[in-house]
C-alpha cells in the first residue's frame, strides 16, 4: 500500500519539464486573452469613485463580498502590475513571482466578480510559483538563444521513465476534481439532467439578444437553432436537450481517465477539444480563456519523454 501512489503516480522533485514549460505558454496566452477582452469592457474603471463606478456601488453593498475595496490608485496599480505579470508567464521572465501576482489577482478579482472560471485560472499559476526551470524551453530566452526556429522549437530531451514533478502532478490532480466535481453535480441535479437547464440558458440568451454589446458575437446560433432549442415551448425544448445534458456527464467523466493513459490520451484530447468548444460556443467571451487553458492542460498528462517524441514528431 505504501507504494502504490509512487505506482500509479511517480512524483519526484519540482523541476518543470518540456510539457510544464509548453502549458506556461497556452496559459498566458489564455490570460492575455481574458485581460484584453477584461480592459476593453471598462475593467480599468471598475473601481473609481469620481463618478462611482456601478460594479464598486454594488459591491460595497454585497453582504456576501469579502471586502478587500481598494482606493482607485491601488487598483489601477495592481491592474498594470498584473498585466505585467501576465506578459513575464507568457515570455518566462521572472516566472515565480509573475504567476504569483497573477495568481493573486486572480483571488482578488473573485471578490468582484465571481466567476469561477477566473479562480481556475489563477489555480493553474499556482504551480509555476514553485516551479524550477519553467523558462528552460519556449521562453524569451529560450528564443534569443536558439539558432533557428527548429531548435526553439525542440525541446530538451528527457530519459524514458522520468517522472512528473509535483508541480505538473499538481495540475492533473487539480483537472481529475474539475471533471468530476462537475460530473458529481450535473448528475446529481435534476434540472439539469432533465434538459431544462440549459433550456433555460439558451431561452434567456435568445430573449436578451437584441441588448447585448456586439450582440452577433455574444449569441450567434441561427435562427432555426434557435427556434428548436431556445424559444419552443419550454418543455419541448428542454426534452431536446435532454440527451445532449446526459452526453456532457459522460464525457466529463470519462476525460481524466482518458487522458491518463497514453494509448487512449488521443481519444481524450479529441474529445476534451469538441467539449470546450460545445462549451464555449455558449458564452465565448467568457469561457474562451478557460477552453485555453483547460485544454492546455492535457499536455501535462503525458509521459515526459511522450511528450517530448510528440513535439518532435510535429516538428
Known amino acids: 500500500m505504501h507504494d502504490l501512489l509512487p505506482a500509479v503516480l ?25 485581460i484584453t477582452a477584461d ?9 473609481d469613485l469620481n463618478p462611482k463606478s456601478l460594479l464598486r456601488w454594488r459591491y460595497e453593498r454585497d453582504e456576501m463580498a469579502v471586502k478587500l475595496l481598494l482606493s482607485p490608485t491601488a487598483f489601477k496599480v495592481f491592474y498594470t502590475a498584473r498585466a505585467v505579470a501576465v506578459l513575464c508567464l507568457l515570455a518566462g521572465v521572472l516566472t515565480p513571482l509573475a504567476a504569483g501576482v497573477v495568481a493573486a489577482w486572480c483571488m482578488f478579482e473573485f471578490t468582484f466578480d465571481r466567476k469561477f472560471n477566473t479562480v481556475f485560472l489563477g489555480m493553474m499559476c499556482l504551480p509555476f510559483v514553485f516551479a524550477t526551470g519553467a523558462d528552460a524551453y519556449l521562453s524569451l530566452q529560450s528564443l534569443l ?37 462537475s460530473t458529481w453535480f450535473k448528475a446529481a441535479s435534476r434540472q439539469f439532467t432533465s434538459g431544462d437547464a440549459l433550456q433555460k440558458t439558451f431561452e434567456q440568451l ?15 446560433f441561427p435562427d432555426w ?27 466529463e467523466a470519462a476525460l481524466p481517465l482518458l487522458l491518463a493513459f497514453p494509448v487512449t490520451w488521443p481519444a481524450g484530447v479529441l474529445l476534451g477539444l469538441l467539449t470546450h468548444a460545445a462549451f464555449t460556443a455558449i458564452l465565448p467571451k467568457r469561457l474562451i480563456p478557460f477552453g485555453l487553458a483547460a485544454v492546455g492542460t492535457y499536455l501535462l498528462f503525458l ?5 517530448v517524441d510528440l513535439i518532435e514528431g510535429l516538428i
Open 206 to 220: 435568445a430573449s436578451v439578444r437584441a441588448e447585448l454589446p456586439d450582440g452577433p458575437r455574444d449569441y450567434y
Open 225 to 251: 437553432f434557435t427556434r428548436r432549442f431556445a424559444t419552443a415551448a419550454p418543455a419541448v425544448a428542454a426534452r431536446r436537450w435532454r440527451v445532449p445534458s446526459l452526453v456532457t456527464i459522460a464525457v
Open 10 to 34: 511517480p512524483v519526484h522533485g519540482t523541476a518543470a519539464g518540456p510539457s510544464l514549460c509548453s502549458f506556461r505558454l497556452v496559459l498566458g496566452v489564455a490570460l492575455l486573452w481574458k
Open 145 to 181: 538563444d536558439a539558432s533557428s526556429v527548429t531548435a526553439f522549437l525542440e525541446p530538451p530531451p528527457v530519459p524514458h521513465g522520468a517522472a512528473f514533478s509535483w508541480p505538473q502532478a499538481a495540475v492533473v490532480v487539480v483537472m481529475f476534481q474539475v471533471y468530476w466535481s
Open 303 to 307: 509521459p515526459q519523454h511522450a511528450f
Open 39 to 47: 480592459h476593453v469592457f471598462g475593467m480599468a474603471r471598475f473601481f
